[in-house]
């Protein structure tokens, strides 16, 4: 039930403060949430990520449930899921990076970005060309 109160207590601040001067200048990509919101093991925090801005949006969790706003640390583009992993930690997927930002709540920062595997490899081949000459994934024959 408290956690009814809290996700309830964050949507409604977001729907409040979305005002026209507070949005930033921002093009939708479209990537769907997974999971963005999650409580902290101890429940003392609560953690949203901002996609349009690029943060991961950290709330003290009052007895009562109440919210206060704790800090914004910057993650990778487009945060779509976080996940709390301790009190101190927590790890967010950012969709258009293809990273997963480790977030230290203590010293309010991401002090690591994991970059995805597939990602870097196809970066380090270079472009795919299809068509007669390649099929796709493959290189084009040197010249």
């Not at 009814?4 to 977001?14: G, M, N, Q």
């Not at 349009?52 to 487009?78: C, H, K, N, W, Y």
Request: aromatic share 2%; charged share 20%.
């Amino acid at each position: 039930m408290r956690a009814i109160a809290i996700v309830s207590a964050v949507l409604a601040l977001v729907v409040c403060s979305s005002g026209v001067s507070a949005r930033a200048a921002y093009v939708n990509f479209e990537s769907s949430h997974v999971h963005p919101i999650d409580l902290t093991p101890s429940g003392t925090r609560l953690l949203a990520v901002n996609t349009p801005d690029a943060l991961l949006e950290v709330f003290a969790v009052a007895a009562d449930g109440t919210l206060t706003s704790q800090r914004a640390i910057p993650v990778g583009l487009e945060p779509v899921t976080v996940v709390a992993r301790t009190d101190a930690e927590a790890w967010v997927v950012n969709s258009l990076s293809d990273t997963v930002s480790i977030v230290d709540l203590d010293l309010i920062k991401a002090v690591k970005a994991i970059r995805d595997r597939k990602e870097r490899e196809r970066k380090a081949k270079g472009p795919i060309i299809a068509g007669p000459i390649a099929s796709p994934g493959e290189r084009p024959p040197p010249p």
